[in-house]
């Protein structure tokens, strides 16, 4: 993208380097920007409470989308065709029932150039417990030089920049010989089906730019993630005669053991690009529910998570794919009453895995002891394994 403000400026500016004068009308932008106007437009998007897949996901689309018509960018507001596009061969996936979506892409500039996309997304995740919040969550609140609210830093504080950065260029008389599309989506949290309706509607750029939350780092890379589900059966008995059961959740605890040893495997070698993280492609568990009775031994407990990805993976390329065991030689006995399994649940994000099951046929005869309601032997066969396989999805522009 090049810029110039007013006559007597080059239309042809070549990408400034450090210590470089800026162009005037850049610079002209840079200096008019407002902190206030930026914390008031984040305010006012904090106080739609776009929880991914409800209603004001729409809500709040309508409302950024009149700011942007006021800004004086070229608006489409439309209807996701929700039928159609979750029945793509390549859609991403979701998690969230919804009755409707909708996209929204604001752009700015000329013919004559590179496009720029401004991605950024207005979907939140649910708060959580209200009480656990120090000011409500769809307030706003300014604290210390904070704003506090749900989605203010992931990512509603990134976007208000985005649009204010469009605001400050164009009241500065900056001209482009390029163009600017920003592009507000929905469903980024559980999947990504707002950026996916986006690319389907025809929209392309040659640099993308996400103002994800990053601590002020510049990011060149991003895993990928597969959202899976676990399920890991047992057998009722009442809590009384607990032994007589197995529960669930001591299976699971094993199996929560083996994939933490799955994720230090997959870390092994990570892409430079991602080694400042801790943990650069986190296998993480974040919801686990058993049992419907306090008085009852769990006869299933499933637990839902994300497995992580490295960046520019694919089928069959680099190091060999890692297979893992569900639970170790140890842990068989413990896993009687059939093993744990695994399958891809309803979402999944950028640059995914998929998981391919292997079914595990049982074996006669007795198997750690345990038993059947009906008072025989449990048979259980062998641990299932689970395959992981990098499969590399569209990337986001």
């Known amino acids: ?108 500039g000329g013919e004559d ?15 959580g417990a209200a009480d656990a919040w120090s000011s409500p969550p769809w ?3 300014v604290r210390a030089g904070r704003v506090l609210g749900r989605g203010a830093c992931d990512m509603k504080g990134g976007l208000a920049c985005q649009v204010v950065a469009v605001e400050a260029l164009r009241e500065a008389g900056v001209r482009l010989r390029g163009r600017v599309q920003l592009q507000s989506v929905v469903g980024e949290e559980d999947g990504g089906l707002g950026t996916f309706a986006t690319l389907q509607r025809g929209y392309r750029g040659d640099l993308a730019v996400v ?22 059966p047992g057998l009722a008995a009442h809590g009384s005669m607990r032994t007589a059961g197995v529960d669930a959740v001591e299976k699971y605890l094993l199996v929560h053991q083996a994939l933490r040893r799955l994720e230090a495997v997959r870390n092994e070698g990570a892409s430079p690009l991602m080694a400042h993280y801790d943990v650069p492609y986190p ?50 006995r413990a896993l009687r009453l059939g093993p744990a399994t695994a399958d891809r649940s309803r979402g999944r994000a950028d640059r995914a895995l998929r998981t391919r099951r292997r079914q595990a046929r049982p074996r006669a005869g007795r198997v750690g002891g345990g038993r059947r309601a009906g008072g025989g032997r449990a048979d259980a066969g062998p641990a299932r394994r689970v395959r992981l396989r990098r499969q590399v999805t569209r990337p986001t522009p």
């Open 1 to 108: 993208m090049t810029a110039s403000a007013g006559p007597g400026v080059r239309t042809d500016v070549v990408p400034v380097q450090p210590g470089q004068e800026l162009p005037s009308g850049v610079a002209a932008a840079l200096s008019a920007v407002d902190p206030a106007r930026l914390v008031a437009l984040l305010q006012e998007l904090l106080a739609v409470p776009t929880v991914t897949g409800s209603a004001a996901e729409s809500e709040g689309q309508h409302q950024l989308a009149r700011r942007l018509e006021v800004a004086g960018m070229q608006t489409d507001l439309w209807p996701v065709d929700l039928a159609a596009t979750t029945a793509h061969p390549d859609f991403p996936g979701m998690e969230a029932p919804r009755d409707e979506a909708w996209g929204l892409v604001g752009t700015w």
């Open 113 to 127: 150039g590179p496009t720029v996309v401004l991605n950024g997304h207005l979907d939140v995740v649910p708060v």
């Open 139 to 141: 307030a706003g609140a």
């Open 211 to 232: 103002c994800e939350p990053t601590a002020g780092s510049l990011v060149t890379a991003s895993a990928g993630a597969l959202t899976f589900r676990l399920r890991v």
């Open 283 to 332: 296998l993480s568990v974040g919801s686990v529910r058993a049992g419907d009775w306090a008085s009852s031994v769990p006869d299933l407990l499933v637990a839902e998570g994300r497995l992580g990805a490295g960046p520019r993976r694919r089928p069959g390329v680099g190091r060999p794919r890692p297979t893992a065991r569900v639970a170790s030689r140890g842990a068989r």
